[in-house]
């Protein structure tokens, strides 16, 4: 079963600056990776997939990179909505599986 | 819009059985496999397992195998789980999510594109 590493659980930053979030899995899952996105109070949003593309509707502030084993979430110039928990998660086929890390908190 | 409107908390006593809802609207529901996920407080979100709307076609994620079930009524656009033998454990947000596809090669993946809000389910000893 593969496992997936954030760091750091919590990051404190201000609006503007730019941040890198990393994800780091237990053995290889090529660029099956996605990125949700998760407002207090709020159901969890789709931000990345496939590691690097973008989902409808977000802004090219964020950005991802990575294959393999190791990958980041990059948002540039934080904007006061992006504070919140940002998750990775592994996606696979035959037979199905997702699996999600323990996020890592942007918080002001 | 794309909507999945869950059903309300439950509270429940250790050992009973609890089953949420979660109606789809604003597209076509027999195109899209739904996927339930947990999420315990201050935990990370956890695949439960997804079903087909039209054929009822199931796949479970092996923790929840033998606990879970799952069922859609086409008619209404509507997609049921039932999580049995609740323990204290089971305590968490339980969320449905509609499966899209992609495919950046000549392999197809899903990822979860929209989300209901969510449904508290409390178990106590």
């Known amino acids: 079963e593969i496992v997936l590493a954030q760091s750091p659980a919590t990051l404190s930053v201000s609006p503007g600056e730019r941040v890198t979030l990393s994800c780091r899995a237990s053995q290889t899952v090529n660029t099956n990776l996605a990125w949700y996105q998760q407002r207090p109070g709020q159901s969890p949003r789709i931000i990345i997939y496939d590691a690097s593309t973008r989902a409808t509707g977000i802004p090219d502030r964020f950005s991802g990179s990575g294959s393999g084993t190791d990958f980041t979430l990059t948002i540039a110039g934080l904007q006061s909505e992006d504070f919140a928990v940002y998750y990775c998660q592994h996606y696979k086929n035959l037979p199905p599986m997702y699996t999600f890390g323990q996020g890592t908190k942007l918080e002001i | ?125």
């Open chain 2, 1 to 125: 819009q794309v909507q999945l409107v869950q059903s309300g908390p439950e509270v429940k006593k250790s050992g009973a059985s609890v089953k949420l809802s979660c109606k789809a609207s604003g597209y076509n529901f027999n195109n899209h496999y739904i996927h339930w996920v947990r999420q315990a407080p201050g935990q990370g979100p956890e695949w439960m397992g997804m079903i087909k709307p039209n054929n009822q076609r199931t796949s479970l994620a092996q923790s929840f195998q033998g606990r879970v079930t799952m069922a859609t009524d086409t008619s209404t656009s509507a997609v049921y789980m039932e999580l049995s033998g609740l323990a204290p454990e089971d305590t968490a947000m339980y969320y449905c999510a509609r499966g899209a596809t992609f495919c950046p090669s000549a392999d197809c993946y899903t990822i979860f594109d929209s989300w209901g809000q969510g449904a508290l389910v409390s178990v106590s000893s």
